[in-house]
């Protein structure tokens, strides 16, 4: 006789409301497939003769799309740069840099981890276009950005001194010494030409 057709999925979770069964349960139809859709799934028939199981997986992926991108950006000579390039995806993503279109070479001063770039103690030959790159079997995408790496002895212009500052006695007074420089530049104080050490004042 016709058989009766029944599906469940093998671990034993319900079906959503969205999953349709068509042509006296004959197909399965699941829209908007997501990823936790995916697992194996069993057709089970039965009639007075007997009974029998037919079992399919579904499987889910996805090609990388963007989580976190690189940006331009300018870092002062000796410092260290720290970009995150991060992609999501099914399976996950692996990571590959480029430099002016070149493969970046990890040596002691660069480093990539998990899609993450560091490059310490800076200098002015690192400065170029780079490029991130995410990829899994379904498809690559790519993130450019130009890392600028600046050199400059110390500047007061943006930030000069005050030529005279008045307070009364016993309050305190603040002077900042805040000179534009790359990489940051050491600071000292004198008062009338003598070094001025730290004390309790």
């Not at 007075?48 to 963007?66: E, F, M, Q």
């Not at 331009?72 to 000579?77: F, G, L, S, Y």
């Not at 995806?89 to 480029?98: A, D, E, F, Q, T």
């Not at 400065?127 to 498809?139: T, V």
Request: proline share 6%; net charge positive.
């Amino acid at each position: 006789p016709v058989p009766q057709i029944n599906w469940r999925r093998t671990d034993g979770l319900p079906f959503p409301s969205k999953i349709k069964l068509r042509k006296s349960n004959g197909m399965i139809e699941i829209p908007n497939f997501q990823q936790e859709d995916a697992g194996l799934y069993e057709c089970i028939t039965e009639n007075s003769r007997g009974k029998n199981i037919a079992r399919g997986r579904l499987t889910y992926y996805a090609k990388p799309h963007w989580i976190q991108m690189i940006k331009d950006t300018e870092v002062a000579v000796e410092d260290t740069l720290y970009w995150d390039c991060r992609a999501s995806g099914k399976p996950k993503p692996s990571y590959r840099w480029l430099k002016n279109g070149e493969q970046l070479s990890i040596e002691g001063r660069i480093q990539i981890e998990n899609g993450a770039l560091t490059i310490s103690n800076l200098n002015l030959t690192d400065s170029g276009r780079y490029q991130c790159i995410a990829e899994n079997k379904h498809g690559v995408i790519y993130s450019s950005a130009d890392l600028r790496v600046v050199a400059s002895a110390p500047d007061f212009s943006k930030n000069p001194m005050k030529k005279l500052i008045q307070v009364q006695i016993g309050s305190t007074v603040t002077f900042e010494c805040k000179p534009k420089a790359s990489p940051k530049a050491k600071c000292s104080w004198k008062k009338g030409g003598e070094q001025l050490h730290e004390n309790e004042r």
